[in-house]
């Protein structure tokens, strides 16, 4: 079956500008993660989405970061004025669900390579 | 803190040969340790998850250990081959919450 995917592959915007990028999960997967992958960093959580629970925002590294998930499927990882610190892999993976201690196997899209000039 | 540190950060060999890849971690209480690989350019793909009271886990030339005590895993690549080349990610679950702790990665290269 479709594993899941995300859009754009790569962008380059100017700095300043906002960008919108896309995740969609796989079908019935309830749980949905974004996480930023700088170079030689290990994957930084950004923001959980179980269900129609209340989303964990912990990780957003600024308040110009946002995302939604609409009818508990597509994500959208949405960043306002965007800086070069902003330019990383962003990824998104999905699950089951999100139950205590991982339980469930996480599968990752292809992730957006965003660059920031 | 929480924390999954890797070494290796990066490796290179050459095809045929077998290496371990190694991981320690502080994340408590442990739930499971699960190593990922990591093409350029995709996303991470599960290799082996292992509990608690796994001390072994294989998933074809990919062998993963885990000392519970010692907190520590290592991954065996056995008859490496060049698309073994790749990020390879040890990643930890606490028992009680739905967070993954990620390692920064062994960035392993097969030369033929």
């Known amino acids: 079956g479709a594993g899941v995917s995300q859009s754009p592959s790569n962008k380059v915007t100017e700095k300043g500008k906002d960008v919108e990028l896309r995740c969609d999960p796989i079908?019935?997967?309830?749980?949905l993660y974004w996480y930023r992958q700088s170079l030689g960093q290990g994957l930084e959580f950004l923001i959980y989405?179980?269900?129609?629970?209340?989303?964990?925002k912990s990780g957003l590294p600024s308040d110009r970061f946002s995302a939604e998930r609409t009818g508990g499927s597509v994500s959208t990882l949405t960043i306002q004025r965007t800086q070069q610190e902003d330019s990383a892999v962003y990824l998104c993976?999905?699950?089951?669900?999100?139950?205590?201690?991982?339980?469930?196997?996480?599968?990752f899209g292809p992730g957006t390579r965003l660059t920031v000039t | 803190k929480n924390q999954v540190e890797q070494s290796p950060q990066s490796l290179i060999i050459l095809e045929g040969k077998n290496c371990t890849l190694q991981?320690?971690?502080?994340?408590?209480?442990?739930?499971?340790l699960r190593w990922y690989k990591q093409d350029t350019g995709r996303g991470p793909v599960s290799l082996t998850i292992?509990?608690?009271?796994?001390n072994t886990k294989s998933n074809g030339r990919y062998t993963a250990t885990l000392d519970a005590d010692t907190k520590q895993s290592s991954l065996h690549i056995t008859a490496s081959q060049l698309s073994d080349s790749a990020s390879y990610i040890c990643?930890?679950?606490?028992?009680?919450?739905?967070?993954?702790?990620f390692g920064t990665g062994t960035r392993l290269k097969v030369l033929a």
């Open positions: 991981c320690n971690y502080t994340v408590s209480p442990f739930s499971n």
């Open positions: 993976a999905s699950s089951l669900a999100g139950t205590s201690g991982g339980a469930y196997e996480q599968y």
């Open positions: 079908s019935g997967h309830t749980a």
């Open positions: 989405f179980q269900g129609n629970s209340a989303p964990d």
């Open positions: 292992m509990t608690f009271s796994e």
């Open positions: 990643v930890v679950s606490a028992r009680g919450t739905y967070k993954y702790i």
